[in-house]
């Protein structure tokens, strides 16, 4: 496709479950990223792979968030025992390289934890 | 806490009124200031950035002034339209990874016909 790809959409799952959502950038992006939005505020970084490695994997909340990118293109964000305060839209955006000013932004996964 | 602070929270326009919305950041470190516009339902979408070397940028009905010395940024919208109702967010990010950025909280601008 065109622009950054996420599913799903929508997810909703029982506290204490696992959880996968897929980012697809933009064929030739090298960066990407991933960020999380809270209902009613702005979107907080959470981990940059250069690549196929995480370079900044500093906003990740805790040790049951971890995300991977094995072949340098699809990246997988993955979330251990959700709990009810994980429950947010999780964006992805990618960008040609960290160079550069403009990311691109798909539409988000909606994950709510019940 | 909150590395960029963004307000007002919510504006009301008239059509072709000027909203103007405020941004404050403490690092002194930041060097690249965007802002981003997002509709319900999508991803924030780049409108316009500036770096600390100019004072004011302007991209056609879009401007952001800056203040390096009070560490502030704002973006003024210029012949506002109903299509202009969206959720703004300023950012600041630094160095050469321009896209791991700091958001403010959004300011949810509603333009009337």
């Known amino acids: 496709g065109a622009g950054v790809s996420q599913t799903p959409s929508n997810k909703v799952t029982e506290k204490g479950k696992y959880v996968e959502l897929r980012c697809d950038p933009i064929s030739g992006h090298t960066a990407l990223y991933w960020y999380r939005q809270s209902l009613g505020q702005g979107p907080e970084f959470l981990i940059y792979?250069?690549?196929?490695?995480?370079?900044?994997d500093s906003g990740l909340p805790n040790d049951r968030f971890f995300a991977v990118r094995p072949e340098g293109s699809v990246s997988t964000l993955k979330i251990q025992r959700t709990e009810r305060g994980d429950s947010a839209v999780y964006l992805c955006a990618s960008s040609p390289g960290t160079w550069s000013d403009t990311i691109y932004f798909g539409e988000g996964s909606w994950l709510t934890v019940v | 806490q909150q590395q960029v602070k963004q307000s007002p929270q919510s504006l009301i326009v008239q059509k072709g009124g000027i909203p103007i919305i405020n941004c404050a950041y403490e690092?002194?470190?930041?060097?690249?200031f965007p802002w981003y516009q997002q509709f319900p339902g999508k991803g924030p979408a780049l409108l316009i950035a500036?770096?600390?070397?100019?004072s004011e940028k302007k991209e056609g009905r879009f401007t952001i002034s800056f203040n390096k010395s009070a560490k502030q940024f704002s973006l003024h919208i210029m012949d506002s339209q109903p299509g202009d109702s969206a959720t703004y967010f300023c950012a600041a990010g630094r160095g050469s990874t321009l896209g791991r950025l700091y958001f403010g909280r959004g300011t949810q601008l509603t333009v009337w016909p």
């Open positions: 690092n002194t470190a930041f060097d690249y």
């Open positions: 500036i770096r600390p070397d100019v």
């Open positions: 792979f250069q690549g196929t490695g995480a370079a900044d």
